[in-house]
């Protein structure tokens, strides 16, 4: 079974720039997430997909950060612009559909550098 | 708000020693906890899921075991080996339906 593919694996940018990152979930999951992760800190959670709808996006910067799930698979999410407090890895994970009770299963991450 | 602290924030052993790592959450009305670890530069790889129902779950040399009660629960890995080298994230899904994270504990087994 294939594992939740993120894209790219790593950025660099300088700050005010824009920047995308790119998730395929585990094919059949309905639940997704995307997460911040910033060294020495375990992830946050900043938007919760169930199919094609927002669960929770109580986390998200939405001045700066917004995320797109397209036909309740893939996922975008954007930043625009970058700030240097940014610089983190960016995890995407899927689960079945309730979380309450299902694994999730997370993606290799994205590390991004705002210079 | 939830909170889970991990402690200790590292540890460094000898190989095939036994070890514990320990997780304490605030709010003991949670559904699940999960056991995951996280290799440099990687995702995170899930190992154990605990049902708020259940006091234990076993997969090969670990056990993880949970006092919901007490808001605890304990990673035990049995006879280490450098191979078991990353950090382990312990993280509780509560009332509002996602994953609350510790910080981990980077474990370092030598040789």
């Known amino acids: 079974e294939a594992g939740v593919a993120q894209s790219p694996r790593y950025k660099i940018i300088e700050k005010r720039q824009s920047v995308a990152f790119w998730c395929n979930p585990i094919?059949?999951?309905?639940?997704l997430y995307w997460y911040q992760q910033i060294l020495g800190q375990g992830p946050k959670l900043l938007i919760q997909f169930q199919n094609n709808g927002v669960v929770d996006d109580s986390q998200l910067p939405k001045d700066r950060f917004s995320a797109e799930r397209l036909k309740g698979v893939d996922s975008t999410l954007k930043i625009q612009p970058a700030k240097l407090e940014d610089s983190a890895v960016y995890l995407c994970?899927?689960?079945?559909?309730?979380?309450?009770?299902?694994?999730?299963?997370f993606g290799p991450g994205t590390r991004l550098t705002v210079l | 708000k939830q909170e889970v602290t991990q402690i200790p924030a590292a540890l460094s052993v000898p190989e095939g020693e036994n070890l514990v790592l320990n997780c304490s959450f605030t709010?003991?009305?949670?559904?699940?906890l999960q056991w995951f670890r996280q290799d440099p530069g990687k995702g995170l790889t899930s190992l154990l899921l605990i049902q708020s129902s259940q006091r234990e779950q076993t997969s090969g040399r670990l056990n993880a075991s949970l006092d919901k009660s007490s808001g605890r629960s304990t990673l035990y890995i049995a006879a280490s080996q450098p191979g078991d080298s990353a950090t382990y994230l312990c993280?509780?899904?509560?009332?509002?339906?996602?994953?609350?994270f510790g910080s981990g504990t980077q474990l370092t087994v030598l040789p």
């Open positions: 993280a509780v899904i509560g009332s509002a339906r996602q994953l609350t």
């Open positions: 094919s059949g999951h309905a639940t």
């Open positions: 994970a899927s689960s079945l559909e309730d979380p309450s009770y299902n694994e999730q299963f």
């Open positions: 709010d003991s009305a949670i559904y699940n």
